[in-house]
């Protein structure tokens, strides 16, 4: 008989490690059940500021579309949530009151951004303030596409600030920028993507950021977002306030692990897995993606995700059991290149 393999989450590390478990003959071996907070298939999410330029539409950026669960006969339950699993029984519990047994268990839920403190950022209700949005998913994409605009606009320029100059506050700006709006972007580290750049390889990304039109300011933290009915300019710490229409928060995301932590596992700032993507000390659950720790490390880049999806498929079809997940390299190549932000990169230094 077939085993039963849940996947909580359908982001890229999700259906990733899926499309390898089918790759390996996962088929003939599982039935297979995934669960997605959002209501569709896979995309990805490297090409929102795609969409955000008008490059491309919705449709083209889907890596999994519904029928391709249809056609691999994997149940997906795509716009509802899990909210806990029991471990001792193996059951996962979800919103909508659906209960599904497991005999494997993977946890991909990925990450949600990172809201820095400042002053002006919510509503008296606790919610973001209209005109500030965070750039994470589609609905993001979606939400500042409609508040600016965008595709619709004249001669009117709004003017937009995008606070964190990693990969996603770089593909935020990038989006922005080629569909004609006015750009800054705001980093508080010495120099762009300053987690995986040297600060000489930062100015040459730096140089090729600027001549797209897009000014940026580093070794800046914003304090407070200004305006009362609507937003008007963003406060730093070091030099005038910058005036805007809107605000993107870009500025770093963290491991999604709320179900992880209701469920007993062993979570420190992400769910800490051995060298087979297993759950420490749990037998059947294993965690992949930026949901997951690996050696004290969280990864946030596509490579390490796709190198634990191999491992884990290895793993649990029992193609490879000697595979395993060492640690992931998350420099970028030299010089900078243009794979995750879509800004082309001049060579020469």
């Not at 039963?4 to 996962?26: F, H, S």
């Not at 600030?161 to 770089?170: D, H, N, P, R």
């Not at 120099?191 to 797209?212: F, K, N, T, W, Y």
Request: net charge neutral; glycine share 12%; charged share 20%.
């Amino acid at each position: 008989m077939k085993k039963q393999l849940v996947v909580v989450g359908n982001g890229m590390a999700g259906a990733r490690v899926v499309e390898e478990i089918l790759a390996r003959g996962g088929a003939d071996l599982f039935e297979i059940t995934m669960f997605g907070e959002e209501p569709y298939g896979n995309y990805s999410r490297l090409m929102l500021s795609h969409v955000l330029s008008g490059e491309e539409s919705v449709a083209d950026i889907f890596l999994n579309s519904l029928p391709w669960y249809q056609a691999n006969n994997i149940t997906l339950h795509a716009g509802v949530r899990v909210d806990r699993i029991d471990k001792f029984s193996r059951h996962v519990f979800a919103a909508d009151g659906r209960v599904v047994q497991y005999d494997h268990l993977i946890i991909a839920t990925g990450s949600r951004p990172y809201l820095p403190s400042m002053e002006g950022l919510y509503s008296p209700s606790g919610t973001l303030r209209r005109g500030i949005f965070t750039f994470r998913n589609m609905e993001d994409t979606r939400r500042i596409m409609k508040f600016a605009g965008l595709g619709q606009r004249s001669d009117e320029q709004s003017r937009a600030v995008v606070v964190g100059g990693g990969f996603s506050g770089l593909a935020a700006a990038r989006g922005l920028r080629a569909a004609g709006m006015d750009v800054r972007v705001v980093h508080s580290g010495s120099h762009l993507m300053s987690a995986q750049l040297g600060p000489d390889d930062a100015a040459i990304l730096r140089r090729s950021v600027e001549a797209l039109g897009i000014r940026v300011h580093t070794g800046s933290r914003t304090t407070a977002i200004r305006g009362s009915d609507r937003i008007t300019g963003v406060g730093l710490n070091d030099q005038p306030d910058l005036d805007c229409d809107m605000v993107v928060l870009a500025a770093g995301k963290r491991p999604k692990v709320d179900v992880a932590v209701v469920s007993g596992l062993a979570v420190e700032r992400g769910i800490v897995v051995d060298d087979h993507m297993r759950v420490l000390d749990e037998e059947g659950i294993h965690a992949v993606g930026e949901c997951a720790q690996h050696r004290g490390e969280v990864y946030g880049q596509v490579a390490p995700v796709w190198e634990q999806a191999a491992v884990l498929a290895d793993q649990l079809t029992g193609v490879d059991r000697r595979s395993m997940y060492l640690g992931s390299s998350v420099l970028c190549p030299q010089p900078p290149v243009a794979c995750v932000t879509g800004i082309p990169v001049n060579p020469v230094r």
